[in-house]
């Protein structure tokens, strides 16, 4: 069997698949497993061992000839096509889209296998998905709802790993990432303070946290651990901002040793460190697949719901403003930067000696001493699969019961689980309940806990109705207003109620964006609308189930 | 007026109208660093046209790092062709100059129809095309297929292109536009399940 992978973002995004791809590999022991990459990131192919082959795509030389007016107007087409020609001769089996646009889903269409998985576009350009939970990274991701999976998992449930099949993996360090090291640390004597690597700049201005921020976070790690080893890391082209990071911290007594390494470089010093700080960075997505632990600053478009560090136990710090995380593509709209201005230095130099001491009791009281400005949150992982953040401050656990029952139970209906006659709902509540077992809830007899599962069945339920009233409004629209026009068969009571029960739900626009399809005719918008409604309201029976199973087991314990 | 003269390095090249049409420094590094600097677009192309054969040290030097490029030579002027053929020989062997009349008699060269059929890259050697500018510019960008007349000889030289452009439906997209690219020709696609047609599509997602 030949498996083809598409992973044509940037190198975090390959990093972030690389569970997935284990999980492929353990799933296909046999096959020959190929990656397409962005020609730039090449040099990932040493730090996947998991992948047969590592394939280039020029997309700059492409984007070159497309742009530019001295390039025959068929270059980049003959190119693009000599590239899918040698692709198709490997006669895949399969294609795995993990690159979530438009142009990578014409290129899975483009290539001749039987099986395509991730997204694909036809000439009309709709897509199709192979897998429920492609779809959902598109449709339920894509409208901004606002409790989802890690993509992470979706990658790896969307290949088809099982829970019981997802791995931690580590990536091995390589030869020439060791050499590279000892050179570094020849120049840098070998102590047994703590070693903490410090990734200050990020590929997106957003994203970045002060230079002076750091230093001072620095100066207040020093009265904890004044010996503590730190290290800049940065690729060879970031020397100057490295520089001038050293240097600041320098002025402060600050001692910083800068090193500039390559992947492998720096995944070895990653796993010869106790601590990695750092931006929302490929080198993250590298640690988490290391030994080193992780915190993680995550500002601007940094969306830890998609793409926190993954490694369980880290540490997410981002701020507390209503505008983080921001979109990718635009500008931060504000007149200054206060996702970054608003996450104080001296919580940042608190939370890593904090952190180094494993001191979890220390890091909640920090959650809540600075909740008006930032959050801390521990990533975790579920029983039951999935990843998720812990927000560290007390009050916040209520919301994180509903938010793991609304995550449950999308993957419940992602899986298909409903539609088995003995359908798991017993053993799913039980993770649930192990889970929050460690909080001691279920042993103390929590009536406060009782009490707020009862508040979620109310409020699953009066979901639930509400949606299949909406249901029935819009089958009987369709009747009446007639479907072959182009009339909008859509009032706007019911628009109103839609808008809500998304809002409620937090489904982002996942409803509501159902009306405002421009270029087909009112069946069609009726069809997708009633198609995400019925999903929706599926949605909410399961988690209605998940809830009742998970109480009575509860009250059985008590 | 063509007149032939010492370079400093002793190579012999050409005046036109008094004017050098390569370096008199030293041509042949001259075109060592003219194909160096071209030789990413030359990469994976079955052809590369030239626009201009100048003295034609630069086409040696195509022919001598991209042995199994064609090549295809175009220029206005006979005298340069015949120059460089005789001065490079058999380091143009497999290379086709071509003297162009106009630019509208380029579609039916049969030479060039071939060329284009297939995948090719267009570079022009500056130094031996500034006189006759505007007919030069006209000729490159025709053979770019970036004007009207380049888009319809490419698309008619390429047999399938013509089920995606069907010229008589959908060239209001191209005709729109002064210069032809990957935006006009997206717009210009009829409905049609081609995986040419996908193509175009996928690479319009490559530009804003």
Request: glycine share 6%; with cysteine; hydrophobic share 40%.
């Amino acid at each position: 069997m030949r498996i083809l992978v598409l992973s044509l973002l940037r190198l975090g995004d390959i990093l972030l698949a690389a569970p997935a791809l284990a999980g492929l590999r353990a799933k296909n022991p046999k096959a020959e497993i190929h990656i397409v990459v962005n020609q730039s990131f090449i040099a990932v192919a040493s730090l996947l061992p998991m992948v047969d082959k590592v394939i280039g795509f020029d997309r700059e030389l492409l984007q070159q000839g497309l742009v530019e007016a001295d390039r025959a107007l068929f270059e980049p087409f003959d190119r693009l096509q000599s590239f899918v020609q040698e692709l198709n001769s490997a006669n895949y089996d399969q294609v795995i889209n993990l690159t979530q646009n438009r142009f990578s889903g014409y290129l899975s269409a483009l290539i001749h296998a039987e099986d395509k998985v991730g997204m694909s576009l036809n000439n009309r350009g709709q897509a199709s998905f192979g897998s429920t939970w492609f779809r959902y990274l598109n449709n339920i991701v894509g409208a901004g709802a606002r409790t989802i999976f890690h993509y992470s998992d979706i990658f790896q449930f969307g290949v088809g790993i099982s829970v019981d099949k997802m791995a931690v993996i580590k990536l091995s360090e390589t030869a020439a990432g060791r050499a590279e090291y000892e050179a570094w640390r020849r120049g840098h004597p070998y102590t047994n303070e703590a070693k903490i690597v410090l990734q200050c700049q990020t590929s997106d201005d957003k994203k970045n946290w002060p230079i002076e921020s750091w230093v001072k976070a620095l100066e207040v790690l020093a009265l904890t651990y004044p010996k503590a080893e730190l290290v800049a890391l940065g690729a060879p082209f970031e020397k100057a901002k490295i520089d001038k990071f050293v240097e600041a911290a320098a002025a402060k007594k600050v001692r910083i040793l800068p090193a500039f390494l390559s992947l492998e470089g720096a995944l070895t010093l990653i796993n010869e460190s106790d601590l990695l700080v750092t931006g929302d960075t490929s080198i993250k997505h590298l640690a988490a697949l290391s030994s080193t632990r992780i915190i993680e600053i995550a500002l601007g478009s940094s969306d830890l719901r998609k793409t926190g560090a993954l490694k369980p136990d880290s540490i997410i710090l981002s701020s507390a403003e209503s505008c983080a995380p921001c979109s990718h593509e635009a500008k931060c709209y504000r007149d200054r930067h206060y996702c970054a201005e608003s996450l104080a230095p001296e919580l940042v130099g608190l939370v890593i000696g904090r952190y180094l001491q494993k001191d979890w009791q220390g890091l909640r009281l920090l959650a809540d001493e600075y909740s008006d400005t930032s959050r801390i949150q521990r990533s975790r992982r579920m029983v039951n699969g999935f990843w998720y953040a812990e927000d560290l401050r007390q009050d916040q656990l209520n919301q994180q019961i509903s938010d793991n029952l609304d995550r449950a139970a999308w993957k419940f209906l992602l899986e298909k689980e409903h539609t088995r006659r003995l359908a798991t709902y017993g053993s799913e509540s039980m993770n649930l309940k192990n889970w929050l077992d460690n909080y001691h809830l279920v042993e103390d007899g929590s009536r406060h806990l009782k009490i707020y599962l009862e508040q979620i069945e109310n409020a699953t339920l009066s979901n639930e109705e509400r949606l299949s009233r909406l249901i029935d409004d819009v089958t009987r629209q369709m009747r009446t207003v007639g479907t072959l026009s182009e009339l909008d068969f859509i009032d706007r009571s019911m628009l109103k109620e839609m808008g809500e029960i998304e809002k409620v739900l937090g489904l982002g626009h996942y409803l509501t964006e159902k009306t405002q399809i421009e270029r087909d005719t009112g069946l069609f918008r009726a069809r997708q609308l009633q198609t995400s409604l019925n999903e929706a309201a599926l949605h909410q029976q399961i988690k209605l189930k998940l809830v009742r199973s998970l109480k009575n087991m509860i009250l059985e314990y008590q | 007026m063509i007149e032939r003269v010492k370079a400093k390095d002793g190579q012999t090249i050409l005046k036109l109208n008094g004017r050098q049409i390569c370096t008199s420094l030293n041509p042949l590094r001259e075109a060592r660093d003219w194909v160096k600097k071209n030789s990413r677009r030359f990469a994976e192309m079955k052809t590369v046209i030239v626009i201009g054969v100048g003295c034609g040290f630069h086409l040696a030097e195509i022919r001598r790092r991209f042995e199994n490029t064609k090549i295809v030579a175009l220029d206005f002027n006979q005298e340069l062709i015949d120059f460089s053929a005789e001065t490079h020989g058999l380091d143009l062997v497999g290379a086709e100059l071509i003297k162009v009349g106009s630019v509208t008699e380029v579609a039916k060269n049969s030479t060039i129809r071939a060329a284009i059929a297939g995948s090719y890259a267009v570079v022009r050697f500056m130094p031996c095309t500034n006189q006759q500018l505007e007919q030069y510019n006209e000729l490159e960008c025709t053979m770019l297929g970036r004007n009207i007349l380049g888009f319809k000889m490419v698309v008619g030289a390429r047999a399938r292109m013509g089920e995606i452009f069907n010229p008589k439906v959908n060239m209001a997209a191209i005709t729109s536009n002064p210069t032809v690219t990957i935006k006009s020709l997206f717009e210009s696609l009829g409905p049609n399940e081609t995986s040419e047609s996908l193509m175009v599509r996928a690479l319009r997602e490559l530009v804003n």
